[in-house]
């Protein structure tokens, strides 16, 4: 499981991106554990690319966590194709 590891100077940022169909497996290794953010500013982005069904298992992020309910539950009740 990713438990993220930060100083008083940084900032954890954790962004969701949800992508239905194919990626290829290359673009995913060129984004797998890529560091972004202003260091400057103190901001720590990193990108852990996770199958979609193991995502409620590894954020604690919120906003992601939400997302899933909704998604899942709009699925199950017919109103996404």
């Not at 940084?10 to 984004?31: A, D, N, P, R």
């Not at 069904?53 to 919120?62: G, P, Y």
């Amino acid at each position: 499981m990713y438990r993220p590891i930060w100083s008083k100077l940084q900032t954890l940022q954790v962004v969701t991106v949800f992508s239905g169909g194919h990626v290829e497996e290359e673009i995913i290794s060129v984004l797998q554990g890529k560091e972004m953010g202003l260091r400057d500013h103190g901001e720590l982005i990193k990108v852990h690319v996770v199958p979609y069904h193991m995502l409620w298992r590894v954020t604690a992020d919120a906003k992601a966590l939400a997302a899933i309910a909704l998604y899942e539950m709009a699925k199950r009740n017919g109103l996404l194709p």
